[in-house]
């Protein structure tokens, strides 16, 4: 199915907005998802110029809605640029091919889709380009191969070295691999790039992630997705109080 898409003008950030075309809706997933149900109603779902997050529990439909806003936007359904084409098993929803992305003006100079759950797939295909590609491809990843790297520090240089100013960036979880230290280190490059004009839509469990400045939070629940503030972001309010009364969780979570 094509991907439908419209351009709209301003001047900050690159994804204005996006909506579902009802005009082919499906039954079942993911079109069941209480997310998609409720984008499906709604006019369209605005998207901040410079970070977007989203929250939500487990089956809310986050990395749903992320995979497919990646694939709308061309990206490799596993992950990487534009220009990455492999294909190690498809498990994309059909989604993609709903999203209309109302865009700005301006046109991102990069990107990437960062899949945590995808990238050593992603990684691989690094490997086999850097070798037959007519420029060497692992510089760009700090000149090591991503295998050579522990997780967490593969997706360190991912951001530090691949990331760049004016870049459209969708990422989904990409706290899995890493420390409290390497949120704190994603954080402050996020940082930087959305002031070098990039924009980020990201999904994620991470309350040291959503601490951003300036970020929008948005809850994706079973009544659809609405903007909260930081300090009421679930995975905020979770953390902070199993780390005020831990045993207050454990008298309930653990059996004897």
């Known amino acids: 199915m094509a991907i439908l898409m419209t351009v709209t003008g301003v001047d900050a950030g690159f994804i ?3 909506r579902v075309d ?3 809706i499906h039954q079942g997933y993911p079109f069941n998802l209480p997310v998609v149900a ?3 109603r709604s006019r369209s779902l605005e998207m ?3 970070v977007t997050f989203l929250v939500g529990e487990n089956g809310s439909g986050k990395s749903t809605l992320v995979e497919a806003l990646a694939v709308a ?3 490799n359904a596993e992950g990487g640029s534009q220009s990455f084409t492999f294909a190690t098993r498809a498990s994309e929803s059909s989604l993609a091919g709903h999203l209309v992305i109302s865009w700005r003006l301006r046109k991102p100079r990069t990107g990437y889709f960062l899949r945590a759950e995808s990238y050593y797939n992603v990684a691989t295909e690094i490997e086999r380009l850097d070798e037959i590609g007519p420029v060497p491809l692992l510089p760009a990843y700090g000149g090591v191969s991503p295998h ?3 997780h967490g520090e593969s997706f360190l240089d991912l951001v530090t070295h691949r990331f760049g100013p004016q870049g459209l960036y969708i990422l989904d979880e990409p706290e899995a691999a890493l ?3 390497g949120c704190m280190a994603v954080l402050a490059r996020i940082d930087a790039l959305v002031r070098q004009g990039s924009q980020f839509v990201i999904a994620t469990h991470s ?3 959503l601490a951003l400045p300036g970020a929008t939070i948005l809850h994706l629940n079973d009544d659809g997705i609405a903007p909260v503030a930081y300090d009421d972001a679930l995975p905020v309010t979770l953390t902070r109080d199993f780390l005020a009364a831990p045993d207050r969780y454990l008298r309930h979570l653990l059996t004897e």
């Open 16 to 18: 204005r907005d996006i």
């Open 48 to 50: 901040s110029p410079t």
């Open 207 to 209: 309350p040291i992630l």
């Open 22 to 24: 009802t005009r082919q």
């Open 148 to 150: 050579e790297r522990s």
């Open 73 to 75: 936007c061309g990206f």
């Open 38 to 40: 409720w984008l499906a």
């Open 179 to 181: 420390s409290v230290r």
